[in-house]
């Protein structure tokens, strides 16, 4: 773990990271989220009769978007040149996770040469597929719950390889 946190100074002031003399390198990032509703809810996801549309087409696009605005919402994070961006939801029915829960898998890659790291897009690429699932669904399952958003690796840059053990 680092020792200091780098988005505060010495004065205990928050800025954004001077990484203009970071070389670039190709960077990856991998996050995932769940959310988790109603078999109900999931089966009119994937028979494609929810009221607004498809649902993980949405997410899926959703995602990505956010990828791309992740320096708009969270005021530390530099403005990106984002080379790569998808985003996967998968159904997961009864059975198919250990805690029993239904709902959708989303994992996000993003990729980017630069001189500072892809997580947070990653990460927020994830939270907007799952919160787009939730919007377009919220009128028949309010009770969704959105959890399990991770770092699941990250590569490239100064740090290396990071892979959630």
Same mark, same amino acid.
């Given at each position: *773990?680092?020792?200091? $946190?780098?988005? %505060?100074?010495?004065?205990?002031?928050?800025?954004?990271?001077?990484?203009?003399?970071?070389?670039?390198?190709?960077?990856?990032? %991998?996050?995932?989220?769940?959310?988790?509703?109603?078999?109900?809810? $999931?089966? /009119?996801?994937?028979?494609?009769?929810?009221?607004?549309?498809?649902? $993980?087409?949405?997410?899926? %696009?959703?995602?990505?978007?956010?990828?791309?605005?992740?320096?708009?919402?969270?005021?530390?994070?530099?403005? /990106?040149?984002?080379?790569?961006?998808?985003?996967?939801? !998968?159904?997961?029915?009864?059975?198919?996770?250990?805690?029993?829960?239904?709902?959708?898998?989303?994992?996000? !890659?993003?990729?980017?040469?630069?001189?500072?790291?892809?997580? *947070?897009?990653?990460?927020?690429?994830?939270?907007?597929?799952?919160?787009?699932?939730?919007? *377009?669904?919220?009128?028949?399952?309010?009770?969704?719950?959105? *959890?399990? %958003?991770? /770092?699941?690796?990250?590569?490239?840059?100064?740090?290396? $390889?990071?892979?959630?053990?």
């Amino acid at each position: *773990m680092a020792d200091r $946190l780098t988005h %505060v100074d010495e004065h205990g002031d928050v800025r954004m990271v001077d990484v203009s003399a970071k070389p670039d390198t190709e960077r990856v990032a %991998v996050a995932e989220g769940f959310i988790a509703m109603h078999p109900d809810t $999931l089966e /009119l996801i994937c028979t494609g009769q929810a009221a607004k549309g498809d649902v $993980l087409a949405c997410a899926r %696009v959703a995602g990505v978007m956010a990828c791309k605005k992740t320096s708009d919402l969270i005021p530390m994070c530099h403005p /990106l040149n984002i080379t790569k961006s998808k985003v996967e939801c !998968t159904p997961v029915r009864e059975g198919g996770r250990v805690d029993g829960r239904v709902g959708v898998h989303v994992a996000v !890659t993003t990729g980017v040469t630069g001189k500072t790291g892809i997580e *947070m897009e990653a990460l927020t690429g994830a939270s907007v597929a799952c919160l787009t699932i939730y919007d *377009m669904c919220k009128a028949v399952d309010r009770g969704m719950e959105i *959890m399990d %958003v991770r /770092l699941l690796r990250k590569e490239g840059g100064k740090s290396g $390889l990071w892979v959630r053990g």
